[in-house]
């Protein structure tokens, strides 16, 4: 893990930030997966501000007072990408977000929330779980969608709740367990655009969802090919191979012509793989920051066409070639 690049975060506060002192400490452990390159709030009073400027980072306050939130969101994404940050992690940020900024956002944006979701989404969590008689309340790290508190749980914690606590009592415990699963919980998000378990299930399934295609082995990786014993190949999962550093999958191009032209265009994310680019299929590089997901489904899309027979092909609409 060691070895990645860091990945950017931008921590969003409008408290005391005892969250983002824990993400920050964490990130200067060694090893760490990630780290803070910003830290912003829509309150310029925010404590959080404070700490991070004593410990030298980078931060950005603008008072949502008198905004949009439409204006406010842009405002503060403006400053996230002015950080350079390619991902963002809400801690205490009380600010709902716009669906554009959520939208904008997604699956690079991660929140925590004081209950077991989908348990109390919203405010108050502590005294709605006691007032149920929850034998336990607790922490969630969830992603960010549109919708309030609703994105996939990534991880959480819980916290038994005693006769005696009250909704104080109980957050002081919970925070303190908050403070275990967030930075664990964004270290493991952030570190699996490197593991190639995980970037090999991503592929699998776009390329599963093309018709009439099997999951097999070629020369001992994992490739996809059209179903049946005759059917052809239409991408391979490269780990590595080669003395290359990279974590890839090979989809067919129309030739050497295009090849180069995608290698040169691009060279962080196309290369010509051995043996395979001498057939014109082109190296696309997953283990890196910022993948872009829809480019991959394109081309894995566009090799299935180059092999599938003309009444399968026919059944899948074909997409705009864009600067893919
Ligand atoms: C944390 O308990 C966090 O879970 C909660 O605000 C607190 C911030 O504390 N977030 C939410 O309620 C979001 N809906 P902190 O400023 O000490 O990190």
């Known amino acids: 893990m060691a070895d990645n690049p860091r990945a950017k975060v931008a921590v969003l506060v409008s408290g005391t930030g005892t969250n983002m002192a824990a993400l920050l400490y964490a990130s200067r452990l060694p090893g760490a997966a ?33 905004m949009t939130r439409a204006d406010h969101d842009a405002a503060m994404d403006a400053a996230i990408r002015y950080a350079g940050a390619t991902h963002v992690a ?59 508190d609703a994105g996939e749980v990534l991880g959480q914690v819980r916290v038994a709740i005693g006769a005696d606590d009250t909704p104080d009592t109980l957050a002081r415990r919970v925070k303190i367990a908050e ?56 991408a391979h999962f490269s780990d590595r191979h080669h003395g290359v550093p990279h974590i ?29 680019g001498a057939s014109g299929w082109v190296g696309i590089v997953l283990n890196r920051a910022d993948v872009d997901w829809s480019q991959v489904e394109y081309w894995l899309e566009r090799s299935w066409r180059s092999v599938a027979p003309k009444r399968l092909a026919a059944t899948q609409p074909g997409r705009e070639p864009e600067a893919y």
């Open 34 to 66: 990630y780290e803070i390159v910003l830290v912003a709030s829509n309150d310029p009073e925010a404590g959080a501000l404070a700490l991070a400027r004593a410990e030298s980072i980078p931060t950005f306050a603008l008072s949502h007072r008198g």
């Open 179 to 234: 403070h275990q699963l967030y930075p664990r919980v964004l270290s493991e998000y952030v570190s699996r655009g490197y593991d190639a378990d995980y970037l090999l299930e991503r592929v699998a399934a776009l390329a599963l969802a093309l018709p009439g295609t099997e999951r097999t082995t070629s020369h001992g990786s994992p490739a996809f090919k059209l179903a049946g014993k005759s059917g052809k190949f239409f």
């Open 248 to 276: 890839a999958v090979l989809a067919k191009t129309s030739g050497q012509e295009e090849l180069a032209q995608l290698c040169e265009r691009d060279p962080a994310t196309f290369y010509k793989p051995a043996y395979y």
């Open 90 to 148: 809400l801690a205490g940020y009380m600010r709902i977000l716009g669906d554009e900024m959520a939208r904008k956002w997604e699956g690079w944006m991660l929140n925590i929330h004081p209950s077991l979701l989908p348990l109390y989404p919203g405010l108050d969590t502590h005294s709605r779980a006691i007032a149920a008689g929850d034998t336990h309340g607790g922490a969630s790290v969830h992603l960010v969608i549109p919708e309030l």
